[in-house]
């Protein structure tokens, strides 16, 4: 059964920079979409990002584009979000989720997301 792991959150200053790992224990991500995602206080939980399984192909919420950059590491079984130049809208429990696919692309919807880990807290202010 795979499990997600997420650790690296933490509270910043504006235009500072955080990464947030997501290891998966119980099984290889080899076949598995990541997606990392977020919920503020008070607000719906909505994706920030996701990587296929195979060749890295990436999508970002317009939010986040060039300031944000997901990438993962087979090797390690893990997936990185590095996030810079953060805002204090940007604070928000972060959770990296996956799902497993045959196909070489990722949806950056909640819906196929099965495997959800605890989150982790990202907080940025000054």
């Known amino acids: 059964q795979l499990q997600l792991v997420e650790s690296g959150g933490g509270s910043v200053h504006p235009g500072g920079s955080l990464r947030l790992s997501c290891a998966a224990r119980?099984?290889?991500?080899?076949?598995?979409?990541i997606g990392w995602f977020r919920q503020a206080p008070g607000k719906e939980r909505e994706a920030v990002s996701c990587?296929?399984?195979?060749?890295?192909?990436?999508m970002y919420t317009d939010s986040v584009k060039g300031r944000f950059t997901i990438s993962r590491d087979n090797a390690k079984n893990t997936v990185y979000l590095q996030m810079n130049s953060l805002k204090p809208e940007d604070t928000a429990v972060y959770y990296c989720?996956?799902?497993?696919?045959?196909?070489?692309?990722?949806?950056?919807?909640?819906?196929?997301?099965?495997?959800w880990g605890q989150g982790t807290q990202v907080t940025v202010s000054s």
């Open positions: 119980g099984s290889t991500l080899d076949y598995y979409v």
């Open positions: 989720a996956a799902y497993y696919s045959i196909q070489d692309m990722c949806v950056i919807l909640i819906g196929p997301y099965d495997h």
């Open positions: 990587i296929d399984r195979s060749d890295g192909s990436t």
